[in-house]
């Protein structure tokens, strides 16, 4: 990332510039204070097993020893000593297993967040991996947020473990299940293991269920304000002759708009719905007799996998966009699977470069397209993913903005209204790389997913067609 500064141009500027410029320079004064104290930690249990390493009883020994060391430490810092001792031994297995990681974090360029991310990914990994592994993390580091990095890292270090992928995920799914935990109050709480693709496309159904129903209660919302203007008189008064049919209605709106339920709340709600009944209740989207949309709502999930993957030619692990990565037999199968149907994308295997896109469910290569490109939000360190964001155009259509791939991208919603609400702005260079500018004039550089031979898909109703 790069950054210019041009302050002073609206009200208030010059003093945020100072203000950003100082939060700037005491984060990078954090991170090496940080580093600095980790490597302190590091250093009293290193302390220790040297002190103790020839005692007979060496085991217990340490273990006293450094459970007198964390509680005097912990005195110092007013924290508990399992706190102090567990942070010893994260400590020293930066400094220890990770030390270019703890020299990043010490001159300011990663955060606390990516060493968490580096340790976290890397502690699965044999000792002959880590180096490596840790030279192209903080590559990725350096250029990015802890949650993009993460996804980055996720298939990198599968690459790396001793054992695949495709036989870890076999012996996990024997954990699979599910089960209750009372809580208080005559409440508890559902506990499920699943496979990741299964959650995941779960909880986008959930999701989307319940944004339908959100959606509907604010359109209801308008036609109730809407009806209440026409049949109310200046006095506030209701006008005499009101149709029954336009009093249902009314009734009708007043029923949904009075639901005052959170995302989570309806997510919960429909869920036990589905497991009690198998449909869901009340459908406030239905007219009349007739079914409303909630039911024809199926979850989506976007997968990125390899075509010699699909092939059986290597057994990579694939990516669940936004979330980890997925094992190549459940890839294959998904694939493979006549109940479902996929849309899929080919790359170029040098440029990576879009080549091909199916058309057989409907003329849309182009929506295809950008989310096989983008695969998550395009505001820099976002990670929703591109299926749950809007594509937006980035120079504005209606200000005489194409509709083109170079002149679209992902948002989620909440950096979509920061582009259109605020004096943040946008424009998109050639191979999709936005280039976003702060009101303070900070250049902010968001590149595509690296480049790779690949399929993306997600599920639908329709009927599949040959790949």
């Given at each position: 990332m790069s950054s210019t500064v041009t302050p002073g141009a609206f009200e208030g500027d010059d003093e945020l510039v100072a203000l950003v410029a100082g939060i700037e320079r005491t984060t990078k004064l954090i991170a090496a204070a940080q580093a600095e104290q980790s490597r302190y930690l590091a250093e009293v249990g290193q302390l220790a097993q040297r002190l103790t390493a020839s005692s007979p009883q060496n085991v217990r020994d340490h273990d006293m020893l450094i459970r007198s060391y964390a509680a005097e430490i912990g005195g110092v810092l007013r924290v508990s000593d399992r706190t102090v001792q567990a942070r010893i031994g994260r400590a020293r297995m930066v400094a220890e297993d990770y030390p270019a990681t703890l020299e990043a974090w010490e001159t300011g360029r990663i955060g606390?967040?990516?060493?968490?991310?580096?340790?976290d990914l890397g502690a699965g990994l044999p000792p002959e991996a880590r180096e490596?592994?840790?030279?192209?993390?903080?590559?990725e580091c350096e250029a990015t947020t802890p949650g993009r990095a993460r996804q980055a890292l996720q298939l990198l270090a599968e690459k790396a473990m001793p054992e695949s992928m495709e036989t870890r995920h076999r012996r996990a799914r024997e954990t699979r299940s599910v089960r209750v935990v009372p809580l208080p109050d005559a409440m508890s709480e559902m506990i499920t293991i699943l496979p990741t693709v299964v959650a995941a496309g779960s909880f986008d159904r959930l999701t989307e269920m319940a944004r339908t129903i959100i959606d509907h209660r604010q359109a209801s919302k308008r036609e109730l304000q809407a009806l209440r203007k026409e049949w109310v008189d200046g006095l506030g008064q209701e006008i005499p002759?009101?149709?029954?049919?336009?009093r249902e209605r009314r009734e009708e709106l007043e029923l949904i708009a009075s639901d005052t339920r959170t995302l989570d709340?309806?997510?919960?709600?429909?869920?036990?719905?589905?497991?009690?009944?198998?449909?869901?209740?009340g459908d406030p989207t239905a007219a009349g007799d007739g079914p409303g949309v909630l039911g024809g709502i199926r979850g989506r999930v976007q997968v990125v996998v390899a075509a010699t993957t699909l092939l059986g030619v290597d057994d990579d692990a694939a990516d669940l966009v936004g979330k980890s990565p997925v094992d190549p037999d459940t890839a294959r199968e998904m694939a493979g699977s006549p109940a479902n149907e996929?849309?899929?994308?080919l790359t170029d295997p040098v440029t990576g470069a879009v080549v091909a896109v199916d058309t057989y469910r409907r003329p849309k290569p182009m929506d295809r397209l950008l989310k096989a490109r983008d695969r998550t939000?395009?505001?820099p360190g976002c990670?929703?993913?591109?299926?749950?964001?809007?594509?937006?155009?980035?120079?504005?259509?209606?200000?005489?903005?194409?509709?083109?791939?170079?002149?679209?991208?992902?948002?989620?919603?909440?950096?979509?209204?920061l582009k259109h609400h605020t004096r943040w702005q946008v424009r998109q260079l050639p191979g999709g790389v936005l280039e976003w500018t702060s009101p303070l004039g900070r250049v902010y550089t968001d590149m595509p997913p690296p480049p790779t031979v690949m399929v993306s898909f997600r599920p639908s109703d329709d009927t599949p067609a040959p790949f």
């Open positions: 606390p967040g990516h060493v968490t991310v580096i340790t490596r592994f840790e030279e192209a993390a903080l590559v002759g009101m149709p029954d049919e336009v709340q309806i997510r919960a709600d429909i869920l036990g719905q589905l497991l009690v009944s198998g449909v869901p209740d996929w849309e899929r994308v939000c395009r505001f990670i929703m993913p591109a299926i749950s964001c809007d594509c937006d155009h980035t120079d504005d259509h209606h200000h005489g903005g194409e509709t083109s791939t170079c002149n679209q991208a992902h948002l989620c919603r909440r950096h979509h209204s």
